[in-house]
C-alpha cells in the first residue's frame, strides 16, 4: 500500500508525459493520482532490490537502479514489480510502460549498461525549493563518485535541465518518445 512519500511523488510528477501515459486510464485526476502512487511504490519496492533508495521524510524520494546486480534478482524484481503494475495500474498501464520503456531503451547509448541510473527523482510540490532533491541526489553522487562511476537520468521536463547541470549532468541530449509524442532528455554524469 503506498505511503505519504509515495503520494507526495505522486503529486510531484502527475504532470509528466511518461506519468501520464502509464496511468491514462483512470477517469479522474484523483484515480490518477493514486494510480501513481501505487506504480511508484511498486517501483521504490524494486529499487531497493536492484539499486538504492533515499528519501527525506515524506516529502522527497529517489529511486536508483545500480549495475552489477545478479540477473536472476534483477529479473525477479522487475517480475515482481510488473506484478504489481498490473495489479495497479491494470494491463493497458502495464503495456503503456513497457512499450514507453522499450523506446526509451532503445535510444540509450549501450555504454550506458554499466551506470548508475537515476529512475525517479520528486519532491513534494509543497517542499519544493528547500533543497531536498539537492541532498538526496548529492548523497548519492558521492558514493558514484566513491565507485568513479557514471550516472544518467531522463527526463521530460526541459525546466530541470539546469539543476541537473548544476549537480554534473553535463551531457545532454534531446530525444523524442514516440509513446508520448513529447521531447525528453537523456543526461549524464561523468564519472569523477
Known sequence: M??????????ALIGDPF???VTDR?????????????????????????GMVEEEGAQAGAFWHLPGIAAEVADAA???????????????????????????????????TSAWYLS??????????????????????TRADAARAVSYLETFNR?????YARHGFTEAKALDDPGTGQPYWLLVRPAR
Not at 159 to 163: E, H, K, R
Open 159 to 163: 525546466a530541470s535541465l539546469p539543476f
Open 26 to 50: 483512470a477517469g479522474d485526476e484523483g484515480a490518477r493520482l493514486d494510480l501513481l502512487a501505487r506504480y511508484l511504490d511498486a517501483s521504490r519496492t524494486e529499487a531497493r532490490v536492484i
Open 120 to 141: 525517479i527523482l520528486g519532491t513534494d510540490p509543497a517542499a519544493q525549493g528547500q533543497g531536498l532533491a539537492s541532498r538526496l541526489l548529492s548523497r548519492t553522487l
Open 2 to 11: 503506498p505511503d505519504a512519500l509515495c503520494h507526495a511523488l505522486a503529486r
Open 78 to 112: 522487475t517480475k515482481a514489480k510488473k506484478a504489481a503494475f498490473l495489479g495497479s495500474i491494470g494491463a493497458e498501464g502495464l503495456a503503456a510502460y513497457e512499450t514507453l520503456c522499450a523506446a526509451m531503451a532503445a535510444q540509450t547509448p549501450r555504454a550506458l
Open 19 to 21: 506519468y501520464r501515459a
